[in-house]
T-cell receptor
Framework: DTGVSQNPRHKITKRGQNVTFRCDPI?????LYWYRQTLGQGPEFLTY????????KSRLLSDRFSAERPKGSFSTLEIQRTEQGDSAMYLC?????????????FGPGTRLTVT | GQQVMQIPQYQHVQEGEDFTTYCNSS?????IQWYKQRPGGHPVFLIQ?????EVKKQKRLTFQFGEAKKNSSLHITATQTTDVGTYFC??????????FGKGTLLTVNP
């Protein structure tokens, strides 16, 4: 179990630029989640995949955000035309479908700073 | 949508004192999970509660789920400096997504 990995760990970008983050979940986990966390707040749900299917997307998520999980393994989250309000920690988590406890395993996150 | 409120927002204790954080919802929860996030770290799963009135213990940590499944608590006995961090409750919903509270930041004075 190598855990959930995320790249890059830090990203500084100028307003208006596009950024893409990658998440590699735990290999046997078929559920993958993206969250956003700002200082002093809990993680906020963005979107969820089961295998390659994106099953839910937060209504708070603007059209500038898009996520993919093309082969049901790794996932990418792209933010187009970044704004200063997008500055946050972006967390990826994965979980399995079998068993009674479906705890989520979080990656270390990608910290985005938009200048 | 589902919302969970956590209190207190901050708690500072002397090492050896007890600590409790509370999580409340206006709606009945199907289940609740608790996570710990160390400063600069990511959330780490602690426990899941599913049944009404459920109580689970992990060493010095005791987790409770209310009879009405609308509230939960985490109690730490005799805090240690290693307990420092933010404790989040998270309500489990459809598609197994979690709705997190704002968390309780615990600091421990040695």
């Amino acid at each position: 179990d190598t855990g959930v990995s995320q790249n890059p760990r830090h990203k500084i970008t100028k307003r208006g630029q596009n950024v893409t983050f990658r998440c590699d979940p735990i290999s046997e986990h078929n559920r993958l989640y993206w969250y956003r966390q700002t200082l002093g707040q809990g993680p906020e749900f963005l979107t969820y995949f089961q295998n390659e299917a994106q099953l839910e997307k937060s209504r708070l998520l603007s059209d500038r955000f898009s996520a993919e999980r093309p082969k049901g393994s790794f996932s990418t989250l792209e933010i187009q035309r970044t704004e200063q309000g997008d500055s946050a920690m972006y967390l990826c988590a994965s979980s399995r479908t079998t068993g009674g406890a479906w705890e989520q395993y979080f990656g270390p996150g990608t910290r985005l700073t938009v200048t | 949508g589902q919302q969970v409120m956590q209190i207190p927002q901050y708690q500072h204790v002397q090492e050896g004192e007890d600590f409790t954080t509370y999580c409340n919802s206006s709606t009945t929860l199907s289940n609740i999970q608790w996570y710990k996030q160390r400063p600069g770290g990511h959330p780490v799963f602690l426990i899941q509660l599913v049944k009404s009135g459920e109580v689970k213990k992990q060493k010095r940590l005791t987790f409770q789920f209310g009879e009405a499944k609308k509230n939960s608590s985490l109690h730490i006995t005799a805090t240690q400096t290693t307990d420092v961090g933010t404790y989040f409750c998270a309500a489990g919903g459809s598609n197994y997504k979690l709705t997190f509270g704002k968390g309780t930041l615990l600091t421990v004075n040695p």
